[in-house]
């Protein structure tokens, strides 16, 4: 039997109990994929897989596309031993599966989490070849094991989060450095666990240091403190803006789906243009699975100086 080192928190438990699921399945059914997935913003985002490559994790696949979307909402054959030709299926294409099954996952409040489901190079003898009721079990697992994971991790976030709330940057009155890698460390954990929502946004004044040259750093203290008060003006609900460094800043957005990241850049942007500075922006979403912690911070960083580059050669004579 396999043992598993204790876990560290709460969501390492609702982690640990979903890799076990998966990896047993993967062992014990002709199935050769599973995947515990969040379904969320129109998403179904995978978060937990054992397989052998037809998921991976961090996949994400239109809701309204997905054939778990046509169990929970069409009541089509949870367990289909071939969708290439199964009438609820076949007109669906995930490349490379076949055989396919699904249930629910509902918390303790009866809101539906996700799905655990399977996707399968070859298809099956018969739809007895996975057993639906051991599924019904192991999911009434899951959504009992991620609604105690949320109580218990409740109060030691909202720990976490008072204290890196409390670190803050003397010129701005923003988040500094320190408490931003507590916060940015606490949305991956989540979003790796649940699929929680979030995107980092990361931006960095344009011209700071003529304005530092020309001007005197008095005045280039006024153009941060302005950058400061766009970012407070612009953020919804629990946005976390920080001053990274120097010029650069960050903002954790949650509840963001990759369908309003739009709406919420053109929001900063505008908030920027109202206090008059200029600043390049970029972004990425919070993966599951991204490793560096940060890794969402650097893909947003790397995204800004594409923007900064771009800015620069459009302002540039011709």
Not at 25 to 35: A, C, K, Q, V
Not at 51 to 77: E, K, Q
Not at 184 to 212: F, I, P
Not at 274 to 303: K, N, Y
Request: with cysteine; hydrophobic share 40%.
């Amino acid at each position: 039997m396999t043992t598993l080192s204790p876990p560290t928190d709460a969501n390492d438990t609702f982690s640990a109990v979903a890799d076990r699921v998966v990896a047993y399945l993967r062992t014990h059914t002709p199935i050769s994929d599973w995947s515990v997935n969040r379904v969320v913003g129109g998403e179904q985002i995978h978060l937990h897989v054992e397989g052998d490559g037809l998921i991976s994790v961090g996949d994400r696949r239109d809701w309204a596309d997905s054939f778990c979307r046509r169990v929970v909402d069409l009541g089509a054959d949870p367990v289909v031993p071939d969708v290439t030709t199964h009438p609820d299926y076949s007109d669906l294409t995930i490349p490379g599966s076949r055989s396919y099954a699904s249930q629910p996952i509902h918390d303790a409040d009866g809101e539906m989490f996700g799905m655990l489901c399977g996707l399968g190079v070859t298809p099956l003898e018969d739809t007895a070849d996975v057993d639906l009721d051991l599924l019904s079990l192991l999911t009434d697992l899951l959504g009992a094991h991620v609604s105690l994971a949320r109580r218990l991790e409740s109060g030691e976030r909202a720990r976490r989060s008072a204290e890196a709330m409390a670190q803050t940057d003397a010129l701005t009155g923003l988040v500094n450095r320190r408490g931003w890698d507590v916060v940015l460390a606490d949305a991956a954990v989540r979003t790796s666990a649940y699929g929680d929502l979030a995107a980092v946004l990361v931006a960095d004044v344009d011209g700071l240091k003529s304005v530092n040259d020309d001007l005197g750093h008095a005045e280039g203290d006024k153009v941060l403190q302005r950058v400061a008060a766009a970012l407070v003006d612009a953020r919804h609900g629990s946005d976390v803006a920080a001053r990274y460094g120097g010029d650069e800043f960050a903002v954790l957005v949650e509840d963001v789906s990759p369908r309003s990241l739009g709406a919420t850049m053109r929001r900063y942007r505008a908030a920027f243009e109202a206090h008059d500075v200029q600043v390049s922006l970029g972004w990425s979403l919070v993966s599951p699975g991204d490793e560096p912690a940060d890794a969402a911070f650097q893909r947003a960083d790397a995204a800004m100086y594409e923007d900064k580059q771009a800015r620069r050669s459009l302002s540039e004579p011709r």
